[in-house]
């Protein structure tokens, strides 16, 4: 079988985009559907595969997610004749003070564990207790003096409390523990005194002396068991501090090899720079299983393809456990390359990803490279199956190969051949067979929709888990996903909507076109169960009614269609505000709640206390300030119904009035026009209050307010991440222009004409902008003709935008440039100064 070397970017992953942010997880941009955790032997779980920590199963403060059982409490309680529990004895040995225990030597109970064993423990296991008294002594001096590096890039502060080995006197407790190894009679305690001895003269730097005592007081023992390994991994950290790398390796490599709460420790103080101090341990391996661990670690170092290696393993011994550790991680990195969380595309059109039907490969440019790794891998597992004592783990790896690879038969006939009574087994042949069914079926029918409910309707009742504030996909995600695509491909859109999101989140992209496929969705009578689950994702709306009415009054609103809007917003009267929810982590940092946004009085709340404002103009151009410092009014008291606060049915009311006063020629219409088109640019998406008619809350940037490209949907696989891109539809300039056309005719004041130029300029721009996200000239950064070909497309677009989109600036410099007016603007408004100095 050939050998592959993947690039690193293939086992690092086809992940979503590049994360900025510390709080990134890797581990969370795919799905995870592969447990990993389905080896036998759990003291192995550390080193599968993860990047999100050093080790699978620590979290960000380095510590294990689980607990696993430590040998050494569990050989306490073994010496204990199991008169101690292991929560008692992890107790006696980690948590309690040195008081009690030398209390009780005195006789005296001063704790309730000692309470309930009795003062006859101490009499039947004096040896150990007066081991267990020596032991926690020298506990907090048992590290190694850190000593600075006058070299090192950087720097580490101690604390004067900070205690350390040399803090002991050196020749009194070397001297003490000797006398103690001699004096213990059982060779269990001795053997742990020689740990204690060999570690007292690693960690004072004595690393000759530690090298020494281990070969005098642990190996004349000849009980190999954990705490003999605990010896000798003191003893290779000696062996390194006299820069001994081959010898430390060796010895490294049998603590790794030998005990289950070590190895990551062991692992991580191999000096493995290169393949020759990996051949140098494997030289020295006399077992198969020897073997096969130190090609783990060859595997385990490297970003190479790791299946020539794993063939290797194979026939050394098929059933090592070390080897399904590799076999588990090759699978993980390849679901990784399938299975993530949010398919991306890199061009604008994203044609390759439109309409397909998930799961698909990773980019074009590792299609290959994956599907010949995941030829490789399936044909090594089932090599492995081949091999006589075999067990059903490689049948269950070769079942979600296949589904990887889109063979759903083949997969679900390994799967149905199966036999096993291990339980984690069963939990994943069921999980495999659920998941070819769904992604095989070619369409989501009215009888698919029941059998789901039937079979798998609690997958769907999953709850979801956060963990470090992230959220974890699971199965259910992924089935979501499928379905999701599947309804989006059937052009059920509803469906596809409500698969990812609740009927809330249509506010963060109110489209009109799809909202009225999800009303019609919800007023569909004699609805499927599958269907009913879903109505229950439009709950989190009291009144959906209300909801919609409000979508399509403000989608009016914006097409000038007044009457429209209030026929819509009377509907509407009993809408309490935008749904928005806040999100309160609790102190775990592993889950959150969410309450509704509360409105303060007198705030505007999607519905209710629009400024009168929205008639104003712009006095400079800022977001973040109040209204009354951005905008300026216009004239009101011409028009008693235009309040100072006004709800959505009464500014309705008030664009009706001021349009049937627009129809005249007197200046009182001239003024009606003009609001017109002030509140339709204030509220597109360039203007102060372009939050009224969207569904926002207020102006703040989001991708509702930016321009997108308006002739493809930016949604191609389903509605998931509906809140992340832009698909509100385009504002129309030409209308707010057309108004303002009216009122400069009607004008007879040169102030008044100058601003009324400088607003449909305003609108202009915004034509502009709509023109150049519809049209991109993009130019790929390895073009050896990158900045010439760039600059080409910047001379394209500005001279598009000055003889197609600057008309009205034009007019205002050839005959307005005196007016005070122009003057102003010359130094308020940045693009217009630049305009004119031109």
């Not at 779980?45 to 380095?62: A, I, K, M, V």
């Not at 350390?164 to 190894?181: P, R």
């Not at 044909?379 to 990887?404: H, M, N, P, R």
């Amino acid at each position: 079988m050939k050998k592959l070397v993947l690039t690193a970017a293939i086992f690092f992953g086809f992940q979503q985009n590049t994360k900025a942010c510390a709080e990134y997880n890797p581990d969370y941009d795919y799905f995870n559907l592969f447990a990993q955790e389905i080896i036998h032997n759990k003291t192995y779980e550390p080193f599968l595969l993860t990047y999100s920590s050093h080790f699978y199963g620590y979290d960000y403060n380095g510590r294990l997610d689980k607990d696993i059982p430590d040998e050494n409490i569990e050989s306490w309680v073994k010496y204990f004749d199991n008169k101690l529990t292991y929560g008692e004895a992890n107790a006696l040995v980690t948590k309690l003070d040195i008081k009690h225990l030398n209390n009780l030597k005195k006789g005296q109970l001063t704790h309730p564990l000692f309470q309930k064993l009795g003062k006859g423990f101490y009499t039947k296991y004096q040896e150990a207790m007066d081991y267990l008294i020596e032991a926690k002594y020298l506990e907090p001096y048992m590290r190694i003096n850190y000593v600075e590096n006058p070299d090192s890039y950087s720097y580490r502060e101690s604390s004067p409390t900070d205690k350390n080995a040399t803090q002991l006197n050196y020749d009194k407790t070397n001297a003490a523990l000797i006398s103690l190894y001699k004096a213990a009679s059982n060779s269990e305690i001795k053997l742990r005194y020689a740990y204690q001895l060999v570690r007292f003269n690693h960690y004072s730097r004595k690393y000759q002396q530690a090298i020494t005592a281990f070969q005098t007081y642990a190996e004349p023992l000849k009980l190999k068991n954990h705490i003999y390994y605990y010896a000798l991994d003191q003893k290779a950290g000696a062996e390194r501090g006299l820069k001994q790398f081959d010898r430390a390796n060796w010895d490294f490599f049998q603590v790794f090899k030998n005990t289950n709460n070590k190895k990551e420790s062991a692992y991580n103080s191999m000096f493995l720079a290169t393949d020759k101090d990996f051949n140098k341990i494997l030289a020295q391996t006399k077992t198969p299983e020897d073997r096969n661990m130190a090609y783990f670690l060859l595997a385990y170092n490297s970003f190479n393809n790791p299946v020539p290696i794993m063939n290797k393993m194979i026939e050394n011994n098929t059933e090592s456990d070390i080897l399904k550790v590799l076999t588990v991680r090759a699978i993980n990195q390849l679901e990784r390359n399938y299975l993530v969380v949010n398919p991306y595309c890199n061009d604008e059109k994203c044609d390759h990803f439109r309409n397909k039907r998930l799961p698909f490969y990773a980019p074009d440019n590792y299609q290959e490279q994956t599907k010949d790794f995941a030829k490789d891998l399936e044909a090594t597992i089932v090599l492995a199956k081949s091999k006589k004592g075999a067990d059903e783990f490689w049948q269950l790896c070769e079942a979600y190969i296949k589904f990887l690879n889109t063979d759903y038969k083949g997969s679900q006939k390994i799967l149905s051949e199966i036999k096993t009574t291990n339980k984690e087994y069963l939990t994943e042949i069921e999980k495999f067979k659920m998941l070819n069914e769904i992604v095989s079926q070619p369409t989501i029918t009215t009888e698919f929709e029941n059998l789901l409910m039937k079979k798998y309707a609690q997958v769907f009742e999953q709850k979801g888990e956060y963990n470090n504030w992230a959220y974890q996909p699971s199965t259910k995600d992924f089935v979501m996903d499928i379905l999701s695509n599947r309804y989006f491909l059937q052009k059920e859109d509803a469906k596809s909507f409500l698969m990812n999101n609740s009927l809330s989140d249509l506010q963060y992209n109110p489209n009109s076109e799809l909202v009225k496929k999800v009303e019609e969705f919800y007023k569909k009578p004699n609805k499927t169960a599958f269907e009913n689950y879903l109505v229950k994702k439009m709950e989190d709306i009291a009144d959906p009614e209300s909801f919609f009415n409000v979508i399509y009054g403000d989608r009016a609103m914006r097409m000038a269609d007044f009457k429209k809007a209030k026929e819509y917003y009377l509907k509407a009267k009993n809408y309490k505000g935008i749904p928005r929810m806040v999100s309160e982590w609790k102190e775990d940092g592993n889950s959150y709640s969410q309450k509704p946004l509360t409105f303060e009085n007198g705030v505007y709340n999607g519905f209710n206390n629009i400024s009168s404002l929205v008639f104003g103009y712009n006095v400079w151009e800022s977001f973040q300030s109040k209204p009354e410092e951005s905008m300026k009014a216009e004239g009101f008291s011409n028009f008693p119904f235009i309040n100072n606060k006004m709800n959505k049915i009464e500014l309705a009311e008030a664009m009706i009035q001021l349009e049937n006063i627009g129809k005249g020629n007197d200046d009182k219409a001239r003024l009606a026009n003009q609001l017109l088109g002030n509140l339709l640019y204030n509220t597109s998406v360039l203007g102060y209050f372009r939050e009224i008619f969207v569904m926002d809350v207020d102006n703040t940037n989001g991708p509702k307010f930016q321009f997108g490209n308006e002739l493809q949907s930016p949604f191609y696989l389903y509605y998931k991440n509906f809140s992340t891109r832009s698909y509100v539809e385009p504002d129309n300039f030409d209308l707010a222009i057309n108004y303002y056309k009216k009122a400069l005719t009607l004008s007879k004041d040169k102030e008044n004409q100058a601003r009324i130029l400088f607003q449909m300029a305003s609108a202009e721009q915004g034509k502009y902008y709509q023109w150049e996200a519809n049209n991109p000239l993009k130019v790929n950064y390895d073009d050896p003709k990158y900045e010439e070909k760039s600059k080409q497309n910047e001379n394209f677009f500005s001279k598009t935008k000055n003889e197609k989109f600057r008309t009205s600036f034009a007019q205002l410099k050839a005959n307005y440039s005196q007016t005070s007016t122009y003057k102003n603007l010359q130094s308020s408004c940045l693009y217009f100064g630049y305009y004119t100095h031109k």
